[in-house]
């Protein structure tokens, strides 16, 4: 099983603007992935790969925009680091264990 296809089905609510165009960025950018033996090791690139697409860790509490994930709107390519540390990064993980 690839890392991407934990991002499939998508969530129901998003934090910000560009949240779900960075979801769908890290699913492209973990298509080839395979996924690892535990859910910390999969935790563990996620967060790698959300730092890689931001340019900021996941510990950066304070939204920010990504000139990248613009889409369209004033707020477009707004970044929520909450939503993925108590929404998206959990639902993520969770999937780890689901065939």
């Given at each position: 099983?690839?890392?991407?296809e934990i991002f499939e089905e998508e969530?129901?609510?998003?934090?910000?603007?560009?949240?779900?165009?960075?979801?769908?960025?890290?699913?492209?950018?973990?298509?080839?992935?395979?996924?690892?033996?535990?859910?910390?090791?999969?935790?563990?690139?996620?967060?790698?790969?959300?730092?890689?697409?931001?340019?900021?860790?996941?510990?950066?509490?304070?939204?920010?925009?990504?000139?990248?994930?613009?889409?369209?709107?004033?707020?477009?390519?707004?970044?929520?680091?909450?939503?993925?540390?108590?929404?998206?990064?959990?639902?993520?993980?969770?999937?780890?264990?689901?065939?």
């Amino acid at each position: 099983m690839k890392v991407s296809e934990i991002f499939e089905e998508e969530p129901a609510q998003w934090g910000l603007r560009g949240d779900p165009v960075l979801w769908r960025e890290l699913k492209a950018r973990l298509n080839d992935i395979e996924m690892p033996e535990s859910p910390d090791e999969l935790k563990k690139i996620i967060e790698r790969e959300y730092e890689v697409s931001t340019g900021h860790p996941i510990s950066h509490e304070d939204s920010f925009g990504v000139e990248r994930l613009k889409t369209h709107g004033m707020s477009s390519g707004a970044v929520s680091p909450q939503f993925w540390v108590k929404r998206g990064i959990p639902l993520l993980v969770s999937r780890h264990a689901k065939p």
